[in-house]
């Protein structure tokens, strides 16, 4: 299931498949010719670790994603999100400005404080309205941004898709968050589990989709390639890219998040079947 920081993009290391699979049609711009090359030395271990998680998802994260869609009314399940995405801000912000990204350090504190405070706890998005988008940062991004190899492909235990260095920032960047750091616990580990069903619920309508491909394992690594590809190009990959690159280019505040409704990640919760953001905010 998925990792706890507090952000729907990733409740997974980095969406799990389930963010994977979203992430995949926020990617389908790419041109047709797009050829992706994959490092995965680890493919053996991998599979094997994908199909544990896929078993896990299949009796457990994916019926109760259903129940939780059944029982509680969309309104309800949107303010949840959004109170569960605002909780993950202050570690967006802080990696926004290890990035040196001041301009976009500024927009989303001024998000954090609207949607705090007139969105009532980020129970309402107001800040959308205000031109002040959604946008997520992480440790692995800012690593990536100062020239940190990505390493290999690597499918984690209850958690998913990622890279070996995404995959070392899930453990600062859970505790980098001030807000769920200083809950008691078991607040904390209820927001974790209430991340992982919303963000599994969000994906229930993928699952067909990756119940028809041929190979899943190779569908999930290569759309959560793609996706991180252009989350790392702040939504503006090249058009043509020879390899998994390992450091964006630095536009610093002139990158912009996707457009609110546009899906673009959405956080990981840490189910492997069809994870973020964008990932609700458990940063996740």
């Known amino acids: 299931m998925h990792q706890s920081c507090y952000r729907r993009r990733r409740l997974g290391p980095r969406l799990c498949l389930?963010?994977?699979?979203?992430?995949?049609?926020?990617?389908?711009?790419?041109?047709?010719?797009?050829t992706t090359q994959v490092k995965d030395p680890w493919e053996k271990f991998n599979r094997v670790t994908?199909?544990?998680?896929?078993?896990?998802?299949?009796?457990?994260?994916?019926?109760v994603a259903r129940q939780y869609v059944r029982a509680v009314p969309l309104p309800t399940r949107n303010?949840?999100?959004?109170?569960?995405?605002?909780?993950?801000?202050?570690?967006?912000i802080l990696n926004d400005l290890l990035q040196g990204r001041i301009g976009q350090t500024f927009k989303d504190s001024a998000r954090f404080v609207v949607n705090s405070t007139v969105g009532l706890?980020?129970?309402?998005?107001?800040a959308k309205h205000?031109?002040?988008?959604?946008?997520?940062?992480?440790?692995?991004?800012?690593?990536?941004?100062?020239?940190?190899?990505a390493g290999p492909y690597v499918v984690i235990p209850f958690l998913g898709p990622?890279?070996?260095?995404?995959?070392?920032?899930?453990?600062?960047?859970?505790?980098?968050?001030?807000?769920?750091?200083?809950?008691?616990?078991?607040y904390r580990n209820a927001g974790t589990l209430?991340?992982?069903?919303d963000t599994r619920a969000g994906?229930?309508?993928?699952?067909?989709?990756?119940?028809?491909?041929?190979d899943p394992y190779s569908f999930v690594r290569d759309a959560w390639i793609q996706h991180r590809r252009f989350e790392l190009y702040n939504g503006n990959p090249p058009a043509q890219f020879p390899d998994y690159p390992d450091l964006p280019p630095d536009d610093s505040d002139q990158g912009t998040a996707p457009a609110a409704g546009t899906v673009s990640a959405p956080p990981a919760a840490g189910t492997q079947s069809a994870a973020t953001h964008s990932p609700s905010k458990f940063k996740r």
């Open 162 to 186: 990622s890279d070996l260095r995404d995959g070392l920032s899930l453990y600062p960047d859970y505790h980098a968050n001030p807000l769920t750091n200083n809950m008691q616990a078991r």
């Open 79 to 92: 303010g949840i999100h959004n109170f569960l995405s605002n909780l993950g801000e202050p570690v967006t």
């Open 18 to 34: 389930a963010a994977a699979l979203a992430l995949f049609a926020a990617c389908a711009s790419t041109p047709p010719d797009y």
């Open 194 to 197: 209430t991340n992982a069903i």
């Open 130 to 149: 205000m031109q002040l988008p959604q946008h997520d940062a992480d440790l692995g991004e800012t690593l990536a941004h100062w020239g940190v190899p």
């Open 203 to 214: 994906l229930l309508d993928l699952d067909s989709t990756l119940d028809r491909a041929f």
């Open 121 to 126: 706890a980020g129970w309402f998005d107001v």
């Open 50 to 63: 994908y199909a544990f998680n896929d078993k896990l998802d299949k009796a457990v994260a994916r019926p």
